[in-house]
């Protein structure tokens, strides 16, 4: 028992270096059937499945980890098992976010806002740093404010993806307020797919993979509520269908 005690702790501090998450996203095999039922076709491409299928994998893995139920020996084996999975995971999304580098998205303007995108994004997907798809445009009109400016990622059915903390504007002058028609904006929209780690939920996935555009929006407006409100509706009836789900045992 102290020896199986001492392995865990040990394992514990290895994940809090590696900056791994010590939580599950649930579901384990059924998880990952789920994941790779993700379509691939897609402007991302493989890039939503691969996340889901190998977070389902490592999740599930360190669920066996964490039981309480295996032996040093057991555990050291899982410990190789998740490490050749965790770098296998990497190889395959390191070759699948290369394939999206220089991919165009499209971005469209809000109704509204004096602004006009210079044409589609394009997807960064260089190196394991940060993924985004990167662009920009000019100022239609003066204004003084755009802290309620936001990129939300949309699906070709005009709902969101994802809402808050989608991506950046930056004006290039480095002003930070009171624009006038002409100026430049950098537009940087980040695309939350490409990690396998237990916060890659397979159903946020999905929703990526029919990533058809993004939109400029102002948050203050009555669009955006109304994209929002359609969201969090969306999200918490997929959230019950899961629960009833695993409840009904299917």
Do not use: H
């Amino acid at each position: 028992m102290k020896k199986t005690t001492k392995f865990l702790g040990t394992f514990v501090a290895m994940f809090a270096f590696f900056g791994l998450v010590l939580t599950s996203c649930g579901g384990g095999s059924e998880a990952e059937k789920a994941a790779e039922d993700i379509p691939t076709d897609g402007l991302l491409g493989e890039l939503p499945m691969l996340s889901a299928k190998y977070g389902a994998q490592l999740a599930e893995m360190r669920e066996q980890i964490f039981s309480g139920e295996v032996s040093e020996s057991e555990g050291k084996k899982l410990m190789a098992e998740f490490d050749k999975l965790k770098e296998e995971a990497e190889a395959k999304i390191l070759l699948a976010r290369n394939e999206m580098d220089g991919k165009e998205i499209p971005v469209e303007v809000a109704e509204g806002i004096p602004f006009k995108a210079n044409g589609p994004l394009k997807i960064d997907g260089k190196g394991k740093g940060a993924f985004n798809a990167i662009g920009g445009g000019e100022f239609t009109g003066d204004i003084e404010f755009i802290a309620d400016w936001t990129v939300v990622p949309m699906d070709k059915d005009g709902k969101a993806i994802k809402v808050g903390s989608c991506g950046v504007l930056q004006d290039e002058a480095n002003k930070g307020w009171k624009f006038k028609a002409g100026d430049k904006l950098k537009i940087t929209a980040f695309l939350a797919v490409g990690k396998a780690d237990a916060k890659e939920k397979t159903a946020e996935m999905k929703r990526w993979a029919g990533l058809a555009k993004f939109v400029i929006m102002d948050k203050t407006s009555d669009a955006f509520k109304k994209l929002k409100e359609q969201f969090e509706a969306d999200k918490n009836a997929a959230e019950l269908e899961a629960a009833k789900k695993v409840v009904d045992g299917k």
